[in-house]
């Protein structure tokens, strides 16, 4: 509520005690309206919830609106009938009193409704058991029951409750509905057998009418036809738009089933409904003074439904007489038409109000709670109780309904002003009398032994002689006439006389001023049936009838009490029950006539809130303070306003809201300090507080905003250093995972390699295999990354032990590779070169001096040409094709004269020519062989036969060139391998047997001469290289 304090120019103030202007009646008004327009149609008048009929479904009765209010402080939240519900209970639970919920209002107003939601609220938010459940079901299910029995369709409201209800539920120590118990008050039985024009009977008629099965209507030998009985028609309404008869039947039937009701309970009790309505349809004739019956159709149903077969003539008969004991002699009289009518109509009466009564108890002993016997349970009452009523025309039920109200009101004074009292004598605050209208004299003029208008009435009911409804009127004049709150159209001024009968008396209630009407009145009061029928009614074989009529009754000589004081005494008992609790109370206000939603009649609910008292209860409310919280609830919301007890006040809960009403400038009178509350007298005090609660939280706002904002922020940044820290941590535990890896898989490789190594030398086993394949595989790596480059590097890995094979292998292919990808790249002139210079190699090599010198130079083709040949040595040779030409020196035979020559090879000879000169042809084939020495000079011989007298014996000649003129020669005349390489000395046959001898000795420089021994000496120099 307190929170709503601030939106209260919009909707208005939720607790009329905070109206300043709390005694004006438009104001009250006014607010009313405000919040009505809004669908806010709960106000309280401190705890006293009122309640303005929506007449449409608001969306304010779920069960998350149930959560809410459950177990919440009355003022926390906005004012609701469950939060009434909640409080009681919560009262009920802590205290350990019982309770009740006294719920008023005028008809249509909203009181069943009230009180349903009150127990759906307890059926649906207290804990519950299985057993526990059934209860509540029956509970709930009670309603539908009573409503169709107890309701009807009235002119103010299609559901109209026509009795009075008060219904406890008790709760067991752990807070569960376990039981039930229902009193009714004073069934509108009239409405049986008669009904106000666009009303209704009760619901159950057109119920079982439009709902029941066709083989339960063959039985009870009813028509689907409301307009067939007499006891529907009168109102000629038997159908309403808001009104489904057929699925309320329905629901009629099941909630019987819950509750407990057998078949055969059902079977009868729809037995009695239907009785009723053939006894409706019993018309009479004959003459005036000696009625009979002429509907003999019509009642031939009668016994049949009610059971009562045997006694069909006695039924018949006592409807048409009256049997009258006379000196102890039994006489029948018969009745003339009116009285055999009224007899009809009070059978009928008797019989619905009889099984009425017979419903509720039955439903009573479903509902009773079967635990422990011993009363060990709580209770909260819930009365709902018809409203103060005027109508044109009031009779004796309007005299009984406002009766009800005037007690009603005496206690709601009584009580509200006692609990005042006692919460400011709780709170230590000196009390102020509160001026207000005790209705006690009213009550008093009803009820008074004696002198009362009840015991009046009594009294003229009783005596014997010509005793009616005027004579009672007289009599009440002569007893009561002086009573301020009474008048009759005698007793009354001019004026007055002018808006009454002569047949009415009126009454100042305190809620107004109502003429009753007396006719009727003692009839209504008697309420008698004609024994003869309650004879016929005790031979019934119905069960119900005979519970309902036991013929103790018959025999009990004494006069039943009349209604009025039956009423009186059961008056007396609800205020006893109720005095005994704690109340709570709904006062339920209409808001029209016409039964709409959204329209407000100003006239209307003034009128009504002068009926309910409501103006009263706010002035006794108001009569002190208008507003008091305890010291906690006030300081934990205002405490903002003052320095001294924000944020948090940590001494005494009264001191701190002394600090703070002295800081809000509060004057002496404006407040008063209780023990635990603190009493604010004028709502305008509370709201300047509340205006300045307003400013200070936009300031609070932005300071929870910034605090808020950099919180969060804070919030944010630290889960983002924790993420980015787990993030790391996590990073870090790989990285260190893997180097921890790395290290063992490194110490594992080393161990293994030392391992290995020890083992080297043994067999292939687990503990050396890895360093042996390890070997294996370095050197094969370092093998493939330092191959030789060509042909003669001859570089190559030393191998290890175990791969000295494969190595050689690997060599040879590599080699061979390296040949082969040589060959493939040289050119045909270059293997030309290279096949001559194998040869030399095979011939020379390591055996010649000068060799070595000769590998570098290429060999050419010639080393004459065509110019330098003279060309009679080139026709000299005709076809023969010259292959090589090189210029050489020859020595005679005999002087070793040196003479300049030139050495040709064709194809098949070696040809010496001088100049133009062809000097010697040898043959190939008859050259014997070709001597050379092993020292770097460049002589040579060669050899011919000593026969051939055309050669003159061997040719020694001398090359610059004398390794490629050898080689030229070899290939030429393929004399590879008669080359001869002499170490020494040459011999040679000079012709006719001679034999000359050349020797070789090494010297500084090449010198060749003939020695003195006659042979050629040719010193050839030393070489460096060799
Ligand atoms: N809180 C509510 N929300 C919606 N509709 C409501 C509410 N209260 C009452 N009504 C409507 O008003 C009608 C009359 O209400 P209800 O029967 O409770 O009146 P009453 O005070 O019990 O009258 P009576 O004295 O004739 O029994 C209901 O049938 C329903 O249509
Ligand atoms: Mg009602």
Redesign the pocket.
Known sequence: MESALTARDRVGVQDFVLLENYTSEAAFIENLRKRFKENL?YTYIGSVLV?V??????EIYTKNHMERYRGVNFYEVSPHIYAVADNSYRSMRTEGKDQCILIS??????????SK?ILQYYAVTCPASEQVQTVKDRLLQSNPVLEAFG?AK?L??????RFGKYMDIQFDFKGAPVGGHIINYLLEKSRVVHQNHGERNFHIFYQLIEGGEEDLLRHLGLERNPQQYQYLIKGNCPKVSSINDRSDWKVVKKALTVIGFSENEVEELLNIIASVLHLGNVQYGGEDSNACITSDIQIKYLPRVTLVLSVFACLHLSLTFLSLCVFHHQLMSPLNLEQASSARDALAKAVYGRTFTWLVNKINTSLTYTGDSSKNYSVIGLL?I??FEVFQHNSFEQFCINYCNEKLQQLFIELTLKSEQDEYEAEGITWEPVQYFNNKIICDLVEEKFKGIISILDEECLRPGDASDLTFLEKLEDTVGGHAHFVTHKLADAKTRKVMGRDEFRLLHYAGEVNYNVNGFLDKNNDLLFRNLKEVMCMSENKILTQCFNREELSDKKRPDTAATQFKASLAKLMEILMSKEPSYVR?IKPNDS?QSGRFDEVLIRHQVKYLGLMENLRVRRAGFAYRRRYEVFLQRYKSLCPGTWPNWDGKLSDGVSTLVKHLGYKPEEYKMGRSKIFIRFPKTLFATEDALETRKHSLATKLQAGWKGYSQKCKYQKLRNSAIAVQAWWRGILARRRAQRRRQAANTIRRFIKGFIYRHKERCPENEYFLDYVRYSFLMNLCKNLPKNVLDKSWPTPPAALTEASEHLRKMCMQNMVWSYCKKISPEWKHQMEQKMIASEIFKDKKDNYPQSVPKLFVSTRLDGENINPKVVQALGSEKMKYAVPVTKYDRRGYKPRPRQLLLTANSAVIAEEGKLKQRIDYGTLKGISVSSLSDGVFVLHVPSEDNKQKGDVVLQSDHVIETLTKIAICADKINTININQGSIKFTMGQGKEGIIDFTPGSELLVAKAKNGHLSVTAPRLNSR
């Open positions: 149609i309640s009929n929506p007449y449409k479904d608001l209002g005028e008809s249509g107003a909203g009181k069943t409704e009230a939601k309701n009235t103010r409201n299609d559901n109209s409750s709902d018809y409203g339920c039964k």
